[in-house]
């Protein structure tokens, strides 16, 4: 399979970038593609409010590395088959997602409430088409316990942006690549650390509470308070002045967005 | 991409195999797991009502045929971009079908309401999850006025049974397949007729109304009444029993169900 196009996102780690793409509507992405002929391919999709996107899982580490069985963030450490997951390792290393189509721009598709990193492989759009994507009228859907809570309205933690964070930001908003304004970017925060996008791992094991974080061509250092369910951004910076823009840079693909080297966590 | 399974259908050419999963709720297929442990991949799955299967067109006659534009049998002969339809014939010969998880049975998943034809190879299975699978409440869908009519209530035709023909599939029912009873089959061959399974070709441009088709292991001929809006099936055969058994097979893979020799139509 050859990619059509390759995501640009403003999500530049797998760090932050949201589990479900419900979580973050204003996350902002966009799509330029590459198979030939672009503009006759991409004919008539404008009529469509919402498209899938199938990709390729690119930042997963290890090649054939997939497991039998998987253990999903929402099931805070149980295990459960891979099939029964949406966890990037999978036999074939092909995910799935929805995402809101904005507009059409030539060869390129704006979207929103996207859970993509950037430089993602796309292999094929297909047009959310209700009747053939959801189950019929009145058949009932089911899901495991640990997932009906990812149904229910989530707990979402109270995000605080200090003055000198927002005025950071309002300073940088000519650097911003994905959102035209910092009030779109400031939105997206929001909701990326409201939904408490830590590991498992990084909210139990790891001292400290400083969370850090790159969206778009910023680097975002917050702090998450446990007790009262409060994550609080205190500093908003551009990544290409911080260290990370020096580290190593450990994706396939850069897209058009400035990035630095902070490891990346897993994502399941 | 190494398929984890092959799809055992009651579909066994693209002849009359609905054009999505919501028309025929009583169509019946299974899968059986390939890849290594499959026992534990699909731990925890009989949870979920409704599961992704993403599968290859393994029936697309050339390689590398995809084109810019495409003609939906919806849009009665009018063109779109591949992007913007469903067809087959895509860039990656990629597809994504929503079907109902009626029970897990050791390695093999029995599904319903299911679009796809026999041998299909199935290179994942995610589960049908509404939060990231739908538009969020309140972000509205939106999609052309060619496919507005396939989200309302299909006029269908009305399928008349003979009493031969349905005498015909009591006494053949110890061959079927897929189905369990002939009451079962006879739903299914009702959902599919009702929904005019015929191409645009077919309709306008072959003589004569006699429409042939194969479901599980039986060949059933009908024939359309385009004034009345009426569709009569009048006889029900043994597959194993006529002309279309000794033909030659022109698919990748047999399954388990008997089939016949019937030229394969194109579905998009």
């Given amino acids: 399979m050859t990619p059509i196009g390759q995501l640009a996102s403003c999500f ?71 099939f029964s997951s949406r966890a990037p390792y999978r036999p074939n290393s092909i995910g799935l997602s929805l995402a809101r189509l904005d507009r059409v721009e030539g060869a390129t598709l ?9 430089g993602t492989p796309v292999y094929d759009i297909k047009p959310y088409i209700p009747a053939y994507d959801s189950p019929r009228d009145g058949d009932p859907t089911r899901l495991p316990g640990w997932l009906e809570a990812a149904q229910a309205p989530v707990q979402q933690l109270r995000v605080i942006i200090t003055p000198e964070a927002r005025h950071q930001i309002d300073t940088l908003e000519a650097h911003l690549v994905a959102f035209s304004t910092a009030d779109e970017a400031v939105l997206c925060l929001i909701e990326m650390l409201a939904s408490d996008p830590r590991s498992v791992y990084r909210k139990t094991k790891c001292e ?7 969206l778009d ?52």
């Avoid at 704006?110 to 950037?118: E, I, P, R």
């Avoid at 369910?229 to 823009?245: F, K």
């Fill in 12 to 82: 530049v780690r797998l760090n932050g970038t949201p589990r479900n793409g419900g979580i973050c509507p204003h996350a902002r992405a966009s799509l330029t593609l590459c198979c030939p002929d672009p503009l006759a391919s991409l004919d008539g999709i404008a009529d469509f409010s919402h498209v899938w996107l199938v990709f390729g899982f690119h930042q997963n580490k290890k090649v054939g590395a997939a497991k039998p069985k998987v253990a999903p963030p929402k099931l805070g450490g149980g295990r459960v088959g891979v």
């Fill in 110 to 118: 704006h979207l929103s409430g996207l859970d993509l990193v950037d």
């Fill in 208 to 214: 400290g509470s400083e969370y850090p974080l790159i």
């Fill in 217 to 268: 061509s910023l680097h975002i250092i917050s702090a998450f308070d446990d007790t009262d369910r409060t994550v609080t951004v205190h500093t908003i910076e551009l990544l290409a002045d911080t260290d990370y823009a020096q580290a190593p840079v450990n994706v396939n693909n850069l897209g058009s967005i400035d990035r630095g080297g902070e490891p990346i966590s897993g994502k399941s």
